[in-house]
């Protein structure tokens, strides 16, 4: 063991009192250092930012910027592009949503007393198809209505009549008489002979009265018979995918120009809502309807000269018929079409339906019509629909087990 004299101990604990207030002095003023040069270096990007001429101004702003990025702070900013197709949408929805109205209609209504009182009725939609007031629309959004009113996109609301109806391709024209110098837009007519499954079409319209609403979809199908709520079928409809609901029955279903290539007028569906089979009558259809409306306020259509009841199962059985689908000729015209083509008519009277109606039985049946089965009176307007008196057509009429075809001119 090493021992120490008291002069020796009082040497070394005095160079360690020395040597640690030595050490604690440099780290004070270490730390003081760097505190002033930070403090130095913020007021002289203070000084800076303030003052645009204080030499290395853009050196102490880049140090300020690499230090707080203004990139945290703020949202990079670029200019719109819209693809081609949504261009295309935008500028058909500018072209054609300001001709496209709403309809809303009131109709008169019973109570227990049977007193009449006035409700609303149905909406839907119409497209203005003159400058003058005339709009297109479907028969049953403005059917048995007392009062017809039309809201433009303005908000702008008049009151309309009807021009002429059309039960058998349920469309109607209806016009209201525009304020002197208003400018309607309208739109114009496309040609649904050409169209292609697969092709864009946009519909237009006031689905649950949300007014100009915008679908976009494609023809999923074309050439469709649909039985519409007249109980009319309408031959030739064309099916698309474009969400249509109610309220869009009566406007436009548009090409990517802009044309009217149909009047959506019905649904498929097991909710009452779009379920993406939506149907229109095709343009040429309706070109050749507006036509007529406008010009005599109904459709000109031949005829056959001869009344007519549906064929049924008991009918046939009862007659002794060895089929129970078709029309069956209950009487003809006396010098009428159905006569002079050869067509013959029943002759024996029997009770048809609750007993207060009478037919004649025995006589031909109409199984087809230029190459159209006719199962039904559905079929056998559907038939009819497209054709004008004088035009000829081929009738098959089965007789005796026997089909028979004869020509026929249509009456008026």
């Known amino acids: ?41 913020s007021e002289a990007e203070n000084i800076a930012l303030e003052n645009p001429s204080v ?42 949503n300001e001709a496209v109205v709403n309809i ?64 058998d391709s349920d469309l109607a024209v209806i016009k209201f008489t ?13 040609d649904s002979k050409s169209l292609k499954v697969g092709q864009k079409v946009i519909a237009i319209g006031n689905p649950f009265g949300l007014e100009r609403t915008m679908t976009t979809g494609i023809v999923s199908g074309l050439g469709r018979p649909i039985q519409n709520s007249n109980n009319r079928i309408i031959r030739n409809m064309v099916q698309t995918d474009a969400a249509i609901n109610p309220g869009n029955s009566g406007g436009p279903l548009l090409d990517s120009n802009g044309r009217m290539i149909g009047i959506n007028t019905m649904i498929k569906s097991s909710s009452g809502s779009s379920a993406g089979v939506g149907f229109a009558v095709p343009s040429e259809t309706a070109i050749r309807v507006v036509g007529d409306l406008l010009k005599y306020g109904k459709v000109q259509r031949g005829q056959i000269d001869a009344t007519i009841v549906q064929l049924s199962r008991r009918i046939a059985q009862y007659v002794g018929l060895d089929i129970s689908e078709g029309v069956l000729i209950s009487e003809v015209e006396k010098n009428g079409n159905a006569e002079k083509a050869g067509i013959k008519g029943g ?9 207060r109606d009478i037919i004649y039985v025995g006589g031909d049946v109409i199984t087809k019509i230029d190459d159209i089965k006719i199962t039904s009176i559905a079929d056998y307007y559907s038939a009819l629909e497209s054709k004008k008196p004088g035009d000829v057509i081929t009738v098959v009429v089965h007789r005796n087990r026997k089909d028979i075809t004869v020509k026929l001119t249509l009456s008026e």
């Open 1 to 41: 063991m090493k021992l120490y004299s008291r002069s020796q101990l009082f040497k070394i604990t005095s160079f360690s009192v020395l040597l640690a207030v030595v050490l604690s002095a440099s780290i004070f003023f270490s730390l003081g250092r760097k505190t002033n040069k930070s403090n130095s270096s």
């Open 55 to 96: 030499t290395n101004q853009e050196e102490t702003f880049e140090a300020v910027q690499s230090e707080n990025s203004l990139s945290d702070f703020t949202m990079p900013v670029s200019n719109t592009v819209f693809t081609q197709d949504e261009n295309q949408n935008i500028s058909v929805y500018d072209l054609c």
């Open 104 to 167: 809303n209609t009131k109709v008169v209504a019973y109570d227990w007393f049977l007193e009449p009182y006035v409700q609303d009725g149905g909406s839907g939609s119409g497209s203005i198809i003159d400058k003058r007031g005339y709009i297109l629309t479907n028969v049953h959004v403005i059917q048995d209505a007392t009062k017809i009113y039309v809201s433009l996109f303005d908000g702008t609301q008049y009151e309309a009549e009807v021009v002429g109806q059309d039960l």
């Open 178 to 190: 525009p304020p002197e110098g208003m400018e309607l837009k309208t739109i114009s007519f496309g």
């Open 347 to 355: 002759t024996e009277a029997a009770y048809y339906g609750s007993r």
